[in-house]
């Protein structure tokens, strides 16, 4: 009697089983985006009640290009912002959060924007070990902390990081990327290479 082999069986679910994980790697990253601006647009959206869908979105939009364009254009819209942002500035339990968030927000985007200096850190020496960070002071002489500086390091796969306190001689600026490219590789985990690579491959 010749008993039934399920090799064929075996082979073929091995092959839909890794169909399956591939389809998940080329659709996940394509969904969770599709999902992110779903949901910014449905919050955003959401904010004008007693509209047509998607028309509270367009009036949000407008109003804060509107108020962008009046506080860095013209002297007066300039000046009723510094003066609202004076007045948060000095309202006790508001200024810290709002002094907070501001500080936060502008390291990221806008004219003041802090990480924008990508450096190398050497952060061993045996073996030798470097880690990317962004240079946020340059001196810390005003805290006590002689020919040190300050640096940001991201955390891969995180908006989160620390920031150390190094002495210069172990820190190097990054020349072969961009701070946003440093931003993305840092984040990736290394992951992520430069505009250059991908058209040398």
Not at 54 to 76: D, K
Not at 168 to 189: C, D, H, L, Q
Request: one cysteine or more; aromatic letters at 12%; glycine letters at 8%.
């Amino acid at each position: 009697m010749v008993l039934p082999t399920f090799a064929p069986m075996r082979r073929l679910a091995v092959i839909l089983f890794r169909s399956f994980l591939q389809g998940l790697i080329l659709l996940s990253p394509i969904a969770i985006t599709a999902y992110l601006l779903y949901s910014v647009f449905d919050g955003v959206d959401k904010l004008v009640p007693f509209v047509p869908r998607g028309l509270g979105f367009i009036i949000i939009i407008s109003f804060v290009t509107v108020l962008g364009y009046l506080g860095t254009r013209l002297f007066v819209g300039r000046w009723l912002f510094d003066a609202f942002e004076h007045v948060l500035e000095n309202t006790p339990g508001v200024k810290f959060i709002y002094s907070s968030i501001r500080d936060i927000i502008s390291s990221f985007v806008g004219d003041k924007k802090r990480f924008n200096k990508p450096v190398w850190v050497c952060v061993g020496t045996t073996p030798e070990i470097w880690r990317i960070g962004f240079l946020t002071q340059r001196d810390m002489n005003h805290l006590g902390m002689e020919d040190k500086v300050a640096v940001y390091m991201p955390h891969a796969y995180a908006i989160s990081g620390w920031v150390i306190v190094i002495d210069n001689i172990y820190v190097k600026p990054v020349k072969t990327m961009t701070a946003g490219e440093a931003m993305k590789f840092a984040v990736s985990g290394g992951v992520t290479t430069t505009e250059d690579e991908h058209r040398k491959d």
